[in-house]
């Protein structure tokens, strides 16, 4: 069978497939590393050419596009027969694999966004530990650029889309709105986010711009210019990497604080699919299945750094150990995926471009919400027509 994996996912896994073939002997996997940057047309290509693998790695913001164009296999009679443990999984990334009723992804790895913190420096701000709330996170976040502490910069975000709809998804803001047809920023749970948001910037708690006013994330943070910031996983390596060892013990990991209590975060990652039309499919569900079986996410793990998607390995060393990682196993409880259409990254772009317009006051943020709900609405013109018709379904499409 082929297998496309992408990125450093590609570079790491080869010991995992041949731990595999040990275990099948019968079976060999044809392993093809791909490029993150060059994934996605590849796989537009491959479908058009009729070219596709059995199995691969996807992203799970492009899973709706492949099932609208009736690629993948439906995996939810599988997983009935096959007795897997889904409550294992932790539900907001196994939400994100399913489009109208259709299981079309297992979960390999998870991705989410909590916040990293400076801990003696919070504890010189008077807080022992990272505040729940948007206020008092706000009130924590004045006393961080003021003295003792006298950061240049309380909170650094990364420079997307991310934060703002992690906000508007806290509010219980609906992002779009008649079976995600229609744009719906202008609704006032999404107004709420998106002035705390610009707050911030308007506070300057947070660089406007991240190249021009803030040097190294993580150089900035050592040096005490900066501290905290909103990062996924792969941040935990590089601070292990960068940071001297006198500040090794100095930094810790939090979920993000909610409007009133505890928040939501993002459900990211990636999962395993298979593709229509695959000629071993007997052999790439006993792939998929090893994959995520929790030793092999737990080697997965160590050999990657990539989040598992299964609570029980969460209790197994090192994870169980690792006090820098609660931040994330305490927010993967609370996690949301996005929207599950295929036009999702087209508006995510458009949600960064207001943002951005906004923050800079170029428009008002009524006049960017509007705006950016008007260009949506075109941008998702085409679902309306299909919706209109009787006809869309995502599989119902080739």
Not at 252 to 264: D, I, K, V
Not at 318 to 336: H, V, W
């Amino acid at each position: 069978m082929v297998f496309w994996v992408f990125g450093r996912e590609g570079e790491q896994v080869r010991p995992l497939i041949e731990a595999f073939e040990l275990e099948h002997p019968d079976l060999r996997v044809d392993l093809q590393q791909i490029p993150w940057s060059a994934a996605y047309e590849r796989l537009l290509t491959a479908y058009v050419g009729g070219q596709l693998p059995d199995v691969a790695q996807m992203g799970n913001s492009w899973l709706a596009r492949f099932a609208e164009l009736h690629a993948l296999e439906d995996l939810g009679t599988w997983i009935r027969e096959a007795d897997l443990d889904t409550t294992d999984f932790f539900e907001g990334v196994w939400m994100a694999n399913r489009i109208d009723g259709c299981l079309y992804g297992l979960p390999w790895y998870v991705d989410t966004r909590v916040i990293f913190y400076r801990t003696d420096l919070l504890r010189r701000a008077g807080y022992e530990r990272m505040p729940t709330t948007w206020s008092e996170w706000s009130r924590l976040m004045h006393r961080l650029v003021a003295p003792p502490v006298g950061a240049r910069y309380a909170l650094w975000l990364l420079p997307d889309w991310s934060s703002l709809v992690i906000f508007g998804m806290q509010n219980d803001a609906p992002l779009l709105g008649a079976r995600g047809a229609y744009g719906n920023f202008r609704d006032e749970r999404f107004r709420r986010a998106f002035r705390f948001y610009l707050s911030l910037f308007g506070a300057r708690l947070v660089p406007l711009s991240s190249t021009t006013q803030l040097g190294s994330v993580y150089q900035e943070f050592a040096r005490g210019q900066l501290v905290l910031f909103i990062s996924g996983p792969w941040s935990v390596g590089e601070l292990r990497d960068r940071l001297p060892d006198s500040l090794q013990n100095r930094w810790a990991t939090a979920p993000l604080p909610g409007p009133e209590g505890p928040g939501l975060s993002l459900a990211g990652g990636a999962s395993l699919v298979i593709f229509r039309g695959s000629r071993h499919p007997e052999a790439t569900r006993k792939l998929i299945r090893f994959l995520t079986r929790p030793d092999v996410q737990l080697r997965f793990y160590e050999l990657t750094g990539d989040l598992p998607v299964r609570r029980s390995v969460w209790q197994l060393p090192p994870l169980r150990d690792d006090r820098q990682i609660d931040g994330f196993r305490e927010q993967l409880a609370r996690i949301r995926p996005l929207p599950t259409i295929p036009e999702w990254e087209a508006i995510a772009a458009r949600i960064h471009y207001y943002a951005e317009a906004a923050k800079r006051g170029l428009l008002s943020p009524e006049e960017a919400l509007t705006m950016l709900d008007r260009e949506v609405d075109l941008l998702l013109d085409k679902r309306r027509r299909w919706i209109s018709a009787g006809e869309y379904h995502p599989a119902a499409h080739d």
